[in-house]
C-alpha cells in the first residue's frame, strides 16, 4: 500500500538562488564594483566587510594582487554558467545522438556503441580529465571540451536503457509498423519520452560540471591565471589560508550553494517525473 | 559461471586495448616532451639523440606496437623525466594511495550506510533530517573546498591535525575525510533510499505478517535486499578512491598516485601517464568484475549461463 | 452489527469487529478509508468482503493486522475483537505475536511476496520458529508437512528452491502454508486469485476450503471478484466508500441483492448465454475519500437517489433475518435495526 503523497511544490529556493546566479553572470560586467582582473598591490588582503579591518568599499574583501573579491566572484559566476551550460550542452547532445543510435537501430551498432561507452566509463574520469587538459592546454574552450568528453558517457548509458523501453511502448510499435520515417518516429514519438530523462539528468550534471571545472581549476588544468575561476580562485588563496581565510572559502561557497541548488532542482525534477516515485529524499 | 567470467576478462582484454591504444594516441598528440627536458640551447643533433632514444622518431604505430609486445613481457615503458621502468615508479607510490583509499572508503560505507540505514528505519527522526542534509550537502562540496576548509578548521586554527605529508593515523585523518566525504553522502542517499525501497516492498509486509521479530526484518531480510546497489556503489567508490584521488593528494601532499598523475600530466611523461591510466582501468575493471560475482552470489536470480 | 442477531449458540464469532474507523492523515486531507464498520466471523466460516477499488476493503484488513502504513494512517475508532480480546488495546509487541500465529494473512500479488533472496525452506520456516510451533529439526520437518498440506509436489526438494524458480500459482500455495503453519484461528486473504491464471485460480480457492475445513478456519475473502464469492463464501459485506452497504449470506446475495450498489455491481457482470450487446456499467466515478459527500456515499452514482439520500446517511435495516442494507429506498418497508 502506497503512502499518501504529500504535495511536493516547485522548490523556490534552489530555483531562487540559481536564477539569481544566472541573472549575475548575464549582468556581470555591468555591475561589479572593481575590475576583476585589476589589482593594486598596495589593496592586498583587504578582509571582508564584517572582520576587523574591513571596508565598505571591498564587501568581501580583496585577494593576494588586491583585486577585489566580490567582483571576482561576480566574473566567475559569469564563467561557471558558461562552462555548466556549454559542457551540460554537448554531453547531453553526444550522449543521446550515441543512445538514441545504439538504441534505436539496436543490433551491431549497439553493441560497439555501447562497449565504447562502457570503455569510456571505466576510465578513471578525473585522471582522463586531467590529461586531456593538459593536452589541450588551459583555457575555457578546451575546459568545455574536456568536461563534455567527461560526461557524455553517462547520458548515453541511462539515455539508451531509456530510449528501450520506449521502443516496446505500443503506439511506437504501431508507428514502425506503419512505415512512419525514421525522422518522424524519433521526434514526435522517442524523443518527447526520454526528454523528462534528459532534463533530470542535465540538471544534475550541471552542478557536477561545476564541481569538475572548478576541480581541474584548481589543480591548475582548466581556466589559467589570472582568470577569476571560483576553482581557481580557491587555489590560489591557498596559500594564504591562515592570514586570509575568505580567499578560499568564500568562492567555495559559491560552488556550494550553486551545485547545492541545481542538485536539489534535479531531485525535485526526478521525483515529478516520475509517477511512481513516492516521497522520497 | 566460470565460463561467465572468462568472457568478461576477454572483453576486458578488448576494452583495455581500445583504452590503451586512445590514450596512447592523445598523449602524443600535442606537446613534445624533448621541448620540456632539454634546454631550449639543445642541438639539433642532441636533439635527434634524444629521439631516437625514446623512440619518439618512430612512426606511431610502430612506437604502439613497440608499446603492447612491451607490456606483454612486463615492461610498461620507462619514465622520460626519471628514466626508470614506469612500472617500479607506480608501485612506489601505490601503496600510500591504497593506504589512503581503504581508510577513506571504511570510513565512508561505516558512517554512510549506518546513517542511511538508520534514517531509513526512523523516518522523520532527527538522523533522518540530519542524513538527509548531510547527503544532500555532501555531494554539492566540491573536494578541494572540504579539503581546505577542513585544514582550515583543525590545522589552521584548532592545530590539532598536520597538514599534509604521511605518518600515523593523525596524518590519515584529514585526507580521508576529505577523498570520503562526498562517498559517505553518497553512500547515506543510496543506503537510505534503497532500504526505503525494500522496507516498502511487499515481501517484508510479508515478514510482519508472519509475526516475526522487528530484527529479522531489518537486518536479515531488509538488510541484505537492499544492499545490491550498496555494493556497486561500493565498487565504485572504491575504484575511484584509488585513481582518482588526485585533489586530495595535491592538497595534503600525499605521496601516491594522484600526485604522480598531475605531475607526470604536467611534465608530458607519456610512459608514466600511460601506465597510470592502464593500470586503473584495469583495477576498475577487475573491481567491476568482482562487483557482478559477489552480486550472482547473492542474488540467486542472478545466472549468467 | 453486532453477534447476536445472526449467531446461533453453536458459533460464536471468532472475529468481531465494531465501529472500525481507520483514517489517513495527509497533506491533502483528511481520507476516512474505513468509516464505521461492524462485521463478525465464526469459526469454519467464510466471509466476503467485496467492492470497488478504494473501497476501504485492503485496509479493513491492515487495520485488524495493524499493519497500517505510517506514519499516515491511523485507527480512530472502534474495537477489533479476536476470540474475546481486543486487539487495538494490545502492544506492538503482543501484536507481533499475534501475527501469524493466530492471525494470517494472504496477500494478493504472488510474485512479490516472497523475499527472492531466501529459499522456499527458510521463509516457511520462519513463522514456526518465530511463535516455538517446534524447534531443532522439528521445525524442518513441520515446514515439508506444511507444504505436503497445501499440495506442493515434492515438497523436501522445493525446501531450497527460491521463489523466482517457481510459478504464480504454487507460490500462493507456499504464502498459505506459511499462513498455517501456527495453525491460525483467523486467515484474511487479500485478493488472493487477483494475479492468478484462472485455472490456477480454481485450485487455489479449492485449497483454501480444503485448509479451512481440516483447521476450522474463520476466513475473510477480500476481493472483487463475484466467482470467488460464490465458491468459498457463507457470507458477504459489500463495501462502497469505506462502509458496509449490504451484508447478507451468499445465495441471498445473488437472488435478492437490496442495495442499488450491490443490484449494479452484480447486473456488471457478463452473463454466459445472455444476449447482451453491452456491458453494464455504474455511471460516475468512485467518490472522493477526502471529500465524502453529505448523505449516503452512494448517492451522485444512484439512479434511484432522493433528496433525503444527499442529506442524510441512511441507517441500517434488517432487511430480513441476517441480511442489513444502508438504503433509505428500504426504511419504509422493514424494521429499522
Redesign the interface.
Known amino acids: 500500500m502506497t503512502e499518501m503523497r504529500s504535495a511536493d511544490h516547485v522548490p523556490r529556493f534552489p530555483l531562487g538562488i540559481l536564477l539569481f546566479v544566472m541573472a549575475i553572470a548575464l549582468v556581470g560586467p555591468w555591475i561589479v564594483p572593481f575590475d576583476p582582473q585589476d589589482g593594486n598591490l598596495v589593496d592586498q588582503f583587504i578582509p571582508p566587510i564584517w572582520m576587523k579591518g574591513g571596508s565598505m568599499l571591498h564587501i568581501c574583501g580583496t585577494d593576494h594582487m588586491g583585486r577585489d573579491v566580490l567582483s571576482r566572484l561576480i566574473a566567475g559566476a559569469r564563467i561557471s554558467m558558461i562552462v555548466g551550460f556549454t559542457a551540460v550542452i554537448f554531453s547531453g547532445c553526444v550522449g543521446t545522438l550515441v543512445a538514441i543510435t545504439a538504441g534505436y537501430l539496436g543490433g551491431a551498432v549497439d553493441a560497439i556503441l555501447m562497449r565504447l561507452t562502457d570503455a569510456m566509463m571505466s576510465m578513471p574520469y578525473l585522471l582522463i580529465g586531467v590529461a586531456l587538459a593538459g593536452i589541450l592546454g588551459p583555457g575555457i574552450f578546451n575546459l568545455v571540451v574536456v568536461l563534455a568528453v567527461m560526461g557524455w558517457a553517462s547520458y548515453a548509458r541511462i539515455i539508451r536503457a531509456e530510449v528501450l523501453k520506449v521502443k516496446t511502448l505500443d503506439y511506437v510499435v504501431i508507428a514502425r509498423i506503419t512505415d512512419c520515417s525514421l525522422a518522424r518516429i524519433l521526434w514526435r514519438h522517442i524523443f518527447p519520452n526520454i526528454l523528462n530523462t534528459l532534463i533530470v539528468l542535465a540538471t544534475l550534471h550541471f552542478g557536477t560540471s561545476i564541481i569538475l571545472a572548478s576541480s581541474l581549476s584548481f589543480l591548475g588544468m582548466g581556466v589559467s591565471p589570472p582568470t577569476p575561476e571560483w576553482g581557481l580562485m580557491v587555489a590560489e588563496g591557498r596559500e594564504h589560508i591562515s592570514s586570509a581565510w575568505w580567499l578560499s572559502t568564500l568562492p567555495g561557497i559559491c560552488i556550494l550553494l550553486t551545485c547545492l541548488s541545481a542538485n536539489l532542482l534535479g531531485d525535485w525534477l526526478r521525483r515529478r517525473m516520475d509517477p511512481k516515485q513516492r516521497q522520497r529524499a | 559461471m566460470i565460463r561467465y567470467i572468462f568472457r568478461r576478462l576477454g572483453?576486458m582484454l578488448?576494452?583495455l586495448i581500445?583504452?590503451s591504444a586512445?590514450?596512447f594516441m592523445?598523449?602524443r598528440?600535442?606537446?613534445n616532451p624533448e621541448d620540456l627536458l632539454l634546454s631550449p640551447l639543445a642541438s639539433e643533433a642532441e636533439r635527434l639523440v634524444f629521439r631516437t632514444v625514446w623512440g619518439l622518431d618512430q612512426p606511431i604505430h610502430m612506437q604502439y606496437w613497440k608499446y603492447i609486445t612491451g607490456i606483454f613481457h612486463g615492461d610498461f615503458g620507462t619514465s622520460i623525466y626519471w628514466g626508470e621502468p614506469t612500472i617500479s615508479i607506480f608501485f612506489e607510490r601505490f601503496p600510500a594511495t591504497l593506504e589512503l583509499a581503504t581508510f577513506a572508503i571504511t570510513l565512508s560505507t561505516t558512517i554512510g550506510i549506518a546513517i542511511g540505514v538508520l534514517s531509513a528505519t526512523h523516518?522523520?527522526g532527527k538522523i533522518d533530517h540530519f542524513g538527509?542534509i548531510f547527503?544532500?550537502?555532501g555531494?554539492?562540496?566540491?573536494?578541494?573546498?572540504v579539503g581546505?576548509?577542513l585544514?582550515?578548521l583543525f590545522s589552521?586554527t584548532l592545530g590539532v591535525l598536520p597538514t599534509s605529508g604521511t605518518g600515523g593515523v593523525a596524518h590519515l585523518i584529514l585526507p580521508g575525510l576529505t577523498l570520503g566525504w562526498y562517498s559517505m553522502a553518497a553512500f547515506t542517499?543510496l543506503a537510505?533510499?534503497s532500504m526505503?525501497d525494500v522496507l516498502?516492498?511487499?515481501?517484508i509486509?510479508?515478514?510482519?505478517?508472519?509475526?516475526?521479530?522487528?530484527h529479522?526484518v531489518v537486518w536479515k531480510?531488509a538488510a541484505?535486499?537492499a544492499s545490491l546497489p550498496v555494493l556497486t556503489l561500493f565498487g565504485l567508490q572504491f575504484?575511484?578512491f584509488l585513481?582518482?584521488s588526485?585533489?586530495t593528494e595535491?592538497?595534503f601532499a600525499w605521496p601516491g598516485i594522484g600526485r604522480l598523475?598531475?605531475w607526470a600530466?604536467?611534465n608530458?611523461d607519456y610512459p608514466v601517464?600511460q601506465t597510470?591510466?592502464l593500470l586503473?582501468?584495469t583495477a576498475?575493471?577487475v573491481v567491476?568484475l568482482l562487483i557482478d560475482v559477489i552480486y550472482a552470489l547473492?542474488?540467486?536470480?542472478i545466472r549468467y549461463d | 452489527m453486532t453477534s447476536d442477531s445472526h449467531n446461533s449458540l453453536h458459533r460464536t464469532p471468532v472475529l468481531d469487529v465494531q465501529d472500525l474507523r481507520t483514517y489517513f492523515h495527509t497533506r491533502s486531507g483528511l481520507v476516512k478509508a474505513v468509516d464505521g464498520v461492524s462485521f463478525s466471523v465464526a469459526r469454519g466460516e467464510t466471509l466476503g468482503i467485496v467492492g470497488e477499488s478504494g473501497s476501504g476493503k485492503s485496509i479493513t484488513a491492515l487495520s485488524i493486522m495493524r499493519l497500517l502504513p505510517q506514519p499516515a494512517g491511523r485507527i480512530a475508532g472502534g474495537r477489533v475483537i479476536l476470540a474475546g480480546e481486543d486487539l487495538l488495546t494490545k502492544s506492538e509487541a503482543e501484536m507481533r505475536s499475534i501475527r501469524g500465529s493466530r492471525v494470517s494473512m494472504i496477500l494478493q500479488d504472488p510474485m512479490t511476496s516472497l523475499d527472492p533472496l531466501f529459499t522456499i525452506g527458510d521463509q516457511v520456516a520462519e513463522p514456526i520458529r518465530a511463535h516455538g510451533r517446534a524447534s531443532g529439526k522439528g521445525i524442518l520437518d513441520r515446514a515439508i508437512e506444511m507444504l505436503r498440506l497445501v499440495k506442493i509436489p515434492s515438497p523436501e526438494a522445493r525446501m531450497n528452491s527460491y521463489p523466482h524458480e517457481i510459478s504464480g500459482g504454487m507460490r500462493q500455495r507456499i504464502v498459505s502454508a506459511m499462513a498455517i503453519a501456527c495453525e491460525p484461528q483467523l486467515l484474511i486473504a487479500d485478493e488472493p486469485t487477483t494475479s492468478l491464471d484462472v485455472t490456477i485460480q480454481a485450485q487455489l480457492i479449492s485449497l483454501l476450503k480444503e485448509l479451512q475445513e481440516r483447521l476450522g478456519l474463520a476466513m475473510i475473502i477480500i476481493t472483487h471478484d463475484f466467482s470467488v464469492v460464490s465458491r468459498i463464501c457463507h457470507r458477504v459485506a459489500v463495501m462502497y466508500a469505506g462502509r458496509i452497504v449490504e451484508s447478507t449470506d451468499v445465495q441471498t446475495l445473488f437472488r435478492n441483492p437490496q442495495h442499488p450498489y450491490t443490484v449494479a455491481l452484480l447486473k456488471s457482470l457478463p452473463q454466459l448465454g445472455a444476449d447482451i450487446q453491452r456491458l453494464q456499467t455504474i455511471g460516475g466515478q468512485p467518490p472522493d475519500l477526502r471529500n465524502l459527500p453529505n448523505g449516503c456515499s452512494f448517492a451522485p452514482r444512484c439512479t434511484h437517489a432522493t433528496e433525503r439520500c444527499h442529506q442524510q446517511y441512511p441507517a441500517e435495516v434488517m432487511v430480513a433475518e441476517g441480511h442489513v442494507v444502508s438504503c433509505h429506498m428500504l426504511e419504509t418497508s422493514s424494521a429499522i435495526k
Not at chain 2, 555531494?139 to 573546498?145: A, C, M, Y
Open positions: 572483453q578488448i576494452t581500445l583504452i586512445a590514450v592523445l598523449v598528440l600535442t606537446g523516518p522523520g538527509r547527503a544532500l550537502a555531494q554539492s562540496l566540491p573536494t578541494f573546498w581546505i576548509m585544514v582550515l589552521v542517499r537510505r533510499s526505503l516498502d516492498s511487499e515481501y509486509k510479508m515478514c510482519r505478517v508472519k509475526g516475526l521479530p522487528e529479522l531480510h541484505k535486499n575504484v575511484h585513481s582518482g588526485l585533489v595535491t592538497i598523475a598531475v600530466v604536467y608530458r601517464v597510470i591510466v586503473m582501468t576498475y575493471l567491476n547473492i542474488d540467486p536470480r
